[in-house]
């Protein structure tokens, strides 16, 4: 790591051991707390409802230290998951070193860890959402040869009261990259993204987001935080942090945020879109000459094959699909296309080629801005924040692999590219043409029941993992919801409530 890098860098214990997270050691973690009288230990571990738990520590000397560090602590599995039996309940919870971090809000100098699963038998637990994600990359890698990237764009609702004798009032779903003092909660977001970074989190920006809004009591602000493509499992570790994050500092300052996808009808709702990159030995492998690599569009066409699917663990309550309507800038159709904000999977800029387009702007620079690096990505814009991120991760690596490993890949591609709106009246031949995402989580349930082979195969599903999320998703009941509930503003109300804080 080179000592700028290290200079740079947000979180204190790289700088501090001088190496990035990825080579912390048992030895670097005990001499970290020595060095900056660190009085508490948390481990922290995401169970089935998708939110971080936390068991902590007060350290009491090296030794309890490094017995911690060294074995783990047993837990109640019974009560983080519904599918261990009370019976047999304990399992062990085992500390990963490089997802350490400064906990920003504890009173006491504390040091959380992300930690994994184990069984009495000292086996990984085959159905944390961790290790699902951990067996998923592994086969991508083992079938493929390559490495799966990936990053998340987090979007969220602050919802505080009308502030009163307001000198700059927003307007209506006009709030995408608005700045101070037109956006209200600005600090709110730069103070998330300096935390967030600070315990590892790679930002690439955050802005306003479109979505603002006021009714008769409350005033709504959308923002989003954006990452950069890290590896899939790095890359989950900090979403969740970062929801974390995010409400301990609206706890904090007294307000109420919410990563749901939809808050009203008419109004811009949250998702979560995920980009990703397929990378081997450190290139990246979307582009090839150029254009699109083949690569690319057979990893597209695996997405598109399962994107139905795919939604079971994107787009888990009966809100999602209040989102996943038309004209709302969020997928119903099954396609893909470039720089395409109406398809499902959306290929943006690149900065394919030499780019000297700073160095036009800046000509003193001497040919310093000009780069031939690409940072070529593709884009899933289905899923919101409801995703159970660990096995959402999961289900894209694995429909990437299903993509590169199918013999009509090219072909599925090829016909499902679209290159207009296909919300426009004038395109709606093309539009009946396309399968459709599901309208509800009753027919999400029945997507993944048609293709659970394709997640179960090589173990990285369990079938037990399947058999929940189709009996979550079929329990509410919700078939043909949208339909259901149009023109029922009080339901729907009910309903958004209901789902505020979900995962």
């Given at each position: 790591?080179?000592?700028?890098?290290?200079?740079?860098?947000?979180?204190?214990?790289?700088?501090?051991?001088?190496?990035?997270?990825?080579?912390?050691?048992?030895?670097?973690?005990?001499?970290?707390?020595?060095?900056?009288?660190?009085?508490?230990?948390?481990?922290?571990?995401?169970?089935?409802?998708?939110?971080?738990?936390?068991?902590?520590?007060?350290?009491?000397?090296?030794?309890?230290?490094?017995?911690?560090?060294?074995?783990?602590?047993?837990?109640?599995?019974?009560?983080?998951?519904?599918?261990?039996?009370?019976?047999?309940?304990?399992?062990?919870?085992?500390?990963?070193?490089?997802?350490?971090?400064?906990?920003?809000?504890?009173?006491?100098?504390?040091?959380?860890?992300?930690?994994?699963?184990?069984?009495?038998?000292?086996?990984?637990?085959?159905?944390?959402?961790?290790?699902?994600?951990?067996?998923?990359?592994?086969?991508?890698?083992?079938?493929?040869?390559?490495?799966?990237?990936?990053?998340?764009?987090?979007?969220?609702?602050?919802?505080?009261?009308?502030?009163?004798?307001?000198?700059?009032?927003?307007?209506?779903?006009?709030?995408?990259?608005?700045?101070?003092?037109?956006?209200?909660?600005?600090?709110?977001?730069?103070?998330?993204?300096?935390?967030?970074?600070?315990?590892?989190?790679?930002?690439?920006?955050?802005?306003?987001?479109?979505?603002?809004?006021?009714?008769?009591?409350?005033?709504?602000?959308?923002?989003?935080?954006?990452?950069?493509?890290?590896?899939?499992?790095?890359?989950?570790?900090?979403?969740?942090?970062?929801?974390?994050?995010?409400?301990?500092?609206?706890?904090?300052?007294?307000?109420?945020?919410?990563?749901?996808?939809?808050?009203?009808?008419?109004?811009?709702?949250?998702?979560?879109?995920?980009?990703?990159?397929?990378?081997?030995?450190?290139?990246?492998?979307?582009?090839?000459?150029?254009?699109?690599?083949?690569i690319a569009k057979k990893s597209i066409a695996g997405v598109l094959d399962l994107a139905g699917a795919l939604t079971?663990?994107?787009?888990?309550?009966?809100?999602?699909?209040?989102?996943?309507?038309?004209?709302?800038?969020?997928?119903?159709?099954?396609?893909?296309?470039?720089?395409?904000?109406?398809?499902?999977?959306?290929?943006?800029?690149?900065?394919?080629?030499?780019?000297?387009?700073?160095?036009?702007?800046?000509?003193?620079?001497?040919?310093?801005?000009?780069?031939?690096?690409?940072?070529?990505?593709?884009?899933?814009?289905?899923g919101d924040g409801s995703a159970d991120i660990y096995l959402y991760l999961a289900s894209m690596v694995i429909a990437?692999?299903?993509?590169?490993?199918?013999?009509?890949?090219?072909?599925?591609?090829?016909?499902?590219?679209?290159?207009?709106?296909?919300?426009?009246?004038?395109?709606?031949?093309?539009?009946?043409?396309?399968?459709?995402?599901?309208?509800?989580?009753?027919?999400?349930?029945?997507?993944?029941?048609?293709?659970?082979?394709?997640?179960?195969?090589?173990?990285?599903?369990?079938?037990?993992?399947?058999?929940?999320?189709?009996?979550?998703?079929?329990?509410?009941?919700?078939?043909?919801?949208?339909?259901?509930?149009?023109?029922?503003?009080?339901?729907?109300?009910?309903?958004?409530?209901?789902?505020?804080?979900?995962?």
């Amino acid at each position: 790591m080179k000592e700028s890098e290290i200079k740079l860098n947000p979180n204190r214990i790289v700088r501090y051991l001088k190496k990035p997270a990825v080579d912390f050691t048992k030895a670097d973690i005990i001499q970290f707390v020595e060095a900056n009288e660190i009085e508490m230990i948390n481990f922290r571990y995401a169970a089935e409802d998708g939110r971080l738990k936390t068991l902590s520590f007060v350290i009491s000397s090296e030794a309890h230290l490094n017995s911690l560090l060294t074995t783990g602590e047993r837990v109640d599995g019974s009560s983080l998951f519904s599918f261990i039996e009370a019976g047999s309940s304990d399992m062990y919870v085992v500390p990963r070193y490089r997802t350490a971090f400064v906990n920003p809000f504890s009173s006491a100098p504390t040091l959380d860890i992300l930690c994994s699963f184990y069984t009495s038998d000292g086996k990984p637990l085959e159905s944390s959402p961790e290790y699902i994600l951990k067996k998923a990359h592994k086969s991508f890698t083992d079938k493929t040869g390559f490495s799966y990237k990936a990053m998340g764009e987090l979007e969220y609702y602050i919802i505080t009261p009308i502030p009163e004798n307001e000198l700059f009032p927003s307007e209506d779903q006009k709030g995408y990259h608005a700045s101070e003092p037109f956006t209200k909660w600005q600090e709110f977001r730069l103070e998330a993204m300096r935390l967030i970074a600070q315990t590892g989190g790679k930002i690439k920006y955050g802005h306003s987001e479109v979505g603002n809004f006021y009714d008769d009591n409350y005033y709504y602000e959308q923002q989003e935080i954006e990452f950069l493509p890290v590896n899939v499992e790095d890359a989950a570790n900090q979403l969740i942090i970062a929801k974390w994050i995010l409400r301990m500092l609206a706890k904090k300052h007294g307000i109420l945020i919410s990563f749901a996808p939809k808050i009203t009808v008419g109004k811009a709702g949250s998702g979560m879109h995920v980009h990703y990159m397929i990378d081997k030995d450190g290139h990246n492998m979307m582009v090839e000459n150029g254009k699109l690599s083949d690569i690319a569009k057979k990893s597209i066409a695996g997405v598109l094959d399962l994107a139905g699917a795919l939604t079971a663990f994107g787009n888990t309550i009966p809100t999602s699909y209040l989102r996943l309507v038309p004209h709302q800038e969020a997928p119903t159709n099954i396609c893909w296309g470039d720089r395409n904000r109406s398809v499902l999977v959306r290929v943006p800029l690149g900065w394919l080629g030499d780019i000297d387009m700073v160095e036009k702007e800046n000509p003193n620079e001497n040919g310093d801005c000009k780069t031939n690096e690409c940072k070529q990505t593709c884009e899933l814009r289905s899923g919101d924040g409801s995703a159970d991120i660990y096995l959402y991760l999961a289900s894209m690596v694995i429909a990437a692999q299903h993509g590169l490993t199918m013999d009509n890949s090219l072909k599925i591609a090829e016909e499902l590219y679209m290159d207009v709106n296909i919300f426009e009246t004038k395109h709606k031949d093309k539009k009946d043409k396309l399968a459709s995402l599901p309208s509800s989580c009753w027919d999400s349930a029945e997507e993944l029941k048609a293709k659970r082979s394709v997640f179960e195969n090589d173990f990285v599903f369990p079938s037990g993992v399947i058999d929940r999320f189709l009996e979550v998703l079929q329990s509410y009941n919700d078939k043909n919801l949208s339909e259901k509930l149009y023109g029922k503003n009080k339901e729907i109300a009910q309903l958004v409530k209901k789902h505020l804080h979900c995962q």
